[in-house]
C-alpha cells in the first residue's frame, strides 16, 4: 500500500529537551512538507522540500530543524528553542499539480 | 495576502445538495485551487482541485468563477460521513485559513 506513515501517534516529551518525529512516504513524491495544528486553527507551514538534499522555511520555521537525506524520508526536530511546541504536527508529501497527501500527525505533548 | 476566504461553518441534511463557498480574489493566473477535508484527529484528504474550468470526480464537483476570484465546491448528497472541516488553498501558497465545519443532519 502506498502512503505516508508518520510515528510515533502520540509523543510525550518534558520541558527543553528536543524530539524528532519520523515522516515516510513510498508514493515516489518529490516534494515534502511539515506543518503545524494547533486546536481549532488551519494547518500553518513549518518546512518544506522540493528534492533531496533541500529543503525551505515555511511561516513558523523557528524552533524547528528538518533534513532530507533521503526522498523517502523527511524528519522534523522540534527544538527547546520552540517556545510553544505541544500540537499536532502532520507531514505531507505532493504531486507536481501539489496534490497533496498527508500522513496521520503526531500529537506531541511536552509537560 | 494569498488567503482565502470560507464561511466558518455551514449545515445540510442527509442526502441533500451542499454547496461550499471560497473567496480567493488574489489568486494569480497559474495558481491551482485545491479543496481538502479533515476528520478530527486526521490527517487533511484531498478532495479536488481545479484551475479555470469546472471539475468532478468521485468525491464531489467544483465550480470556478469565469474571473477565478472564487469556487465552489458541491458534494452532490451529503452523507453523515461528509461531516468534516472543508479547505480551500491556492497550490502555490499553501496557506491554510480556518475552513468551513459541515455538519450532517441526519
Known amino acids: 500500500d502506498g502512503g505516508i506513515t508518520q510515528s510515533p501517534k502520540y509523543l510525550f516529551r518534558k520541558e527543553g529537551q528536543n524530539v524528532t518525529l519520523s515522516c515516510e512516504q513510498n508514493?515516489?513524491?518529490?516534494?515534502m512538507y511539515w506543518y503545524r495544528q494547533d486546536p481549532g486553527q488551519g494547518l500553518r507551514l513549518i518546512y518544506y522540500?522540493?528534492?533531496?538534499?533541500?529543503?525551505q522555511k515555511g511561516d513558523i520555521a523557528e524552533g524547528y530543524s528538518v533534513s532530507r537525506e533521503k526522498k523517502e524520508s523527511f524528519p522534523l526536530t522540534v527544538t527547546s528553542a520552540q517556545k510553544n511546541p505541544t500540537a499536532f504536527y502532520l507531514c505531507?508529501?505532493?504531486?507536481?499539480?501539489?496534490?497533496?497527501?498527508f500522513g496521520p500527525g503526531t500529537r506531541l505533548t511536552v509537560l | 495576502d494569498a488567503k482565502t476566504t470560507q464561511p466558518n461553518s455551514m449545515e445540510s441534511n442527509e442526502e441533500e445538495p451542499v454547496h461550499l463557498p471560497c473567496n480567493h480574489s488574489?489568486?494569480?493566473?497559474?495558481?491551482?485551487i485545491h479543496w481538502y477535508r479533515q476528520l478530527p484527529s486526521q490527517g487533511p484528504e484531498y478532495v479536488i482541485h481545479?484551475?479555470?474550468?469546472?471539475v468532478n470526480n468521485r468525491m464531489a464537483s467544483l465550480a470556478i468563477a469565469e474571473d477565478r476570484k472564487s469556487s465552489t465546491l458541491i458534494l452532490h448528497r451529503a452523507t453523515l460521513r461528509d461531516a468534516a472541516v472543508y479547505y480551500c488553498?491556492?497550490?502555490?501558497?499553501?496557506?491554510w485559513g480556518l475552513g468551513t465545519s459541515l455538519a450532517v443532519n441526519p
Open positions: 505531507a508529501s505532493s504531486t507536481r499539480a501539489n496534490e497533496q497527501f
Open positions: 508514493l515516489n513524491h518529490d516534494a
Open positions: 522540500s522540493q528534492i533531496v538534499n533541500d529543503f
Open positions: 488574489t489568486i494569480s493566473g497559474t495558481d491551482y
Open positions: 481545479g484551475l479555470t474550468s469546472n
Open positions: 488553498i491556492q497550490s502555490r501558497k499553501l496557506i
